[in-house]
């Protein structure tokens, strides 16, 4: 097959991904006013509906809100995936939005369930980390995140296995640790019963469907090096955007 050449992004694409970016590094906080259309359209040297769109482009991503005083940074209650983290901390050094804290909720080794084995590719009941994290912002619970991890890396790594919160966070943890870099990951999103023992934890009643995303990433040679799963909060919409070619 002959090899194709790939053409940028169209520009109201690049307008939002370099907004887009700013915002998801930290640099423009929530309420930060953006420039306004006809300066965007100067400083790009585009037409004024080609920065419209632009702008139109990051409202639907649920980054800006506009209004007659002008366009403001406003995440609302816009979810972050932990392959958002993985990106966000590999981009500006932080897996956290503006506003988003976190809460341990646990770290132990334990023994791996079968769902949990199989993940891992390894046999029911070996030693695995398990770490529980509630993510939370000005709204309330983001998610909350269950990571699953071989047991040998809380030797090379024995933070994994306190409540304490991370130098880095996981991915950044490993890789720092073990060389091992997240490089291919799956996710499978569903609806679940929320457990009895997580129900409090996400303010709902157990046996509640919620929307949740599981998460498989495998390093460089192949071998998985997380499993997580995410249970969603309340009011919380996962969204994905892709280069169509």
Do not use: C
């Not at 309420?31 to 004024?48: N, Q």
């Not at 695995?128 to 030797?155: C, H, I, K, M």
């Amino acid at each position: 097959m002959a090899p194709e050449v790939r053409r940028e992004p169209p520009p109201f694409m690049q307008i939002a991904g370099h907004f887009r970016q700013k915002i998801m590094d930290g640099v423009m906080l929530p309420d930060t006013k953006l420039p306004s259309i006809a300066e965007i359209a100067r400083e790009w040297g585009v037409a004024t509906a080609t920065a419209a769109k632009g702008i139109k482009q990051l409202q639907a991503e649920g980054y800006v809100r506009s209004s007659t005083q002008g366009t403001f940074v406003d995440l609302g209650i816009k979810q972050t995936t932990g392959p958002d983290r993985l990106q966000m901390m590999r981009v500006g050094g932080t897996g956290f939005r503006p506003g988003e804290r976190v809460e341990i909720i646990s770290a132990e080794l334990t023994p791996a369930p079968p769902d949990v084995a199989e993940a891992l590719g390894v046999p029911e009941g070996q030693a695995a980390v398990r770490r529980q994290r509630r993510y939370l912002d000005n709204d309330g619970v983001v998610t909350l995140s269950t990571s699953w991890l071989p047991g040998e890396f809380a030797e090379s790594a024995p933070e994994l296995i306190s409540v304490e919160p991370l130098p880095k966070m996981t991915f950044g943890l490993i890789e720092e640790r073990t060389g091992r870099r997240a490089v291919r990951r799956r996710d499978v999103v569903s609806l679940r019963p929320v457990p009895e023992r997580d129900a409090a934890l996400l303010a709902v009643e157990p046996g509640t469907y919620a929307l949740t995303m599981a998460n498989h990433y495998w390093d460089q040679n192949g071998a998985v090096t997380e499993y997580a799963t995410d249970f969603l909060g309340v009011g919380r919409e996962l969204t994905a955007e892709y280069d169509v070619s």
